[in-house]
């Protein structure tokens, strides 16, 4: 659907999430090969229903080795090699836990004690066993189940980009609802909002000005329940089983690759502002914002994006790392 003179929304609802592609020629086939590749990779790696090849994996944890596509391989080997670093708050065997706790799904609610510790056992990324020669996945342990949902749309995003770039498409924008992928520099830049935490869904923190790069925000607002006056969400610690539970409220990671931008943020959601700024120390290419209860904005550093706060009940605080 045409929104001005000159760009082309195009909008969908694929893996739970509102889809929109933007670009600048009216090209309706395009926008539905995107979609339809999204909904390839969503069938590859959904946890939400029974069949998958991820569920297929999971259907046979503490069985046998299941021989999955190349696509499905290399991203849980990518998963898994995020999962396995010193002190990661990224694990992909998470999966019995997110089921366990239902978070954003109906029926979501606070799994006694016990259930999570038992739980905890059976999360180890180490028990995700590779077999590169047979391109295949084993879970060692029974009731094991890996979970993409922090890391696929960061694959599918960088997808649809190459797809575009094949196309011949020089400037276009894929949102999948969190995970923004840019091509090419429309009037200099993209401007791509920061949302408020706990806010109208319009109402934007800030804004950062990209070319070329993906923006990529995890937040404690978007999935969240709340039970005897606390609020509980998505993003798990793998440690405890419990939601994370530190001072922020959001983090956007900007960088060429939607899938670094999606591990980047589960990892400094992790480690928090401090840990945070000091593991991007030598990482030119991966930049943080942080966005904090005490309302503070914290960019870790600003090489590859400008940013702009465009609310002023926020601080904004330029780290020099
Ligand atoms: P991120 O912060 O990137 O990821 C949070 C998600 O990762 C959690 O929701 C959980 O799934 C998982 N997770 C939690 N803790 C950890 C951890 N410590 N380490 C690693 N992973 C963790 N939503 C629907 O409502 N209905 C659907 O049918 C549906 N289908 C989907 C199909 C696919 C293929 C994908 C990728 C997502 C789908 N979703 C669906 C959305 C999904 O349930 C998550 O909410 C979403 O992927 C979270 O993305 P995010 O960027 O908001 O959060
Ligand atoms: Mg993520």
Sequence with gaps: MPTDDSVYSYSAVLMGSPILLK????NQPLASHVFNLIKHYEDLFTVNRADSQVMDINH????????????????????????????SAFNLAIGPLVKRWRIGFKGDSVPPADEIITLLTIT???????????????LAREGMEIDLGAIAKGYIADRVRDLLQKEGVTEGLINLGGNVQTLGTPQGS????????????DALVGAMEV???SVVTSGTYERYFEQDGQRYHHIL?????????????????IS??????????????????????????????????????????????QRHYRFTLLDDSYRLIERTA
């Design 211 to 213: 070319s070329h790069k």
């Design 237 to 253: 610690n793998p440690q405890t089983g419990y939601p994370l539970d530190n001072e922020l409220d959001s983090v956007t990671i």
């Design 256 to 301: 060429t690759d939607s899938l670094d931008g999606d591990i980047w943020t589960t990892l400094m959601f992790g480690a928090g502002v401090e840990k945070g700024c000091r593991m991007l120390n030598g990482r030119d290419d991966i930049e943080a914002i942080f966005v904090t209860k005490a309302r503070e904005v914290i960019l870790s550093s």
């Design 190 to 201: 993209w401007s791509i909002g920061l949302k408020k935490p706990f806010s109208t869904s």
């Design 23 to 26: 670009l600048f020629s009216n």
């Design 60 to 87: 046979a944890a503490g069985q046998h080795p299941v021989k999955v596509t190349p696509a499905v391989y290399q991203l849980i080997k990518c998963a898994k090699a995020a999962s396995i670093l010193p002190g």
């Design 124 to 138: 180890q990324p180490e028990d995700v066993i590779l077999n590169d020669a047979e391109c295949s996945v084993f």
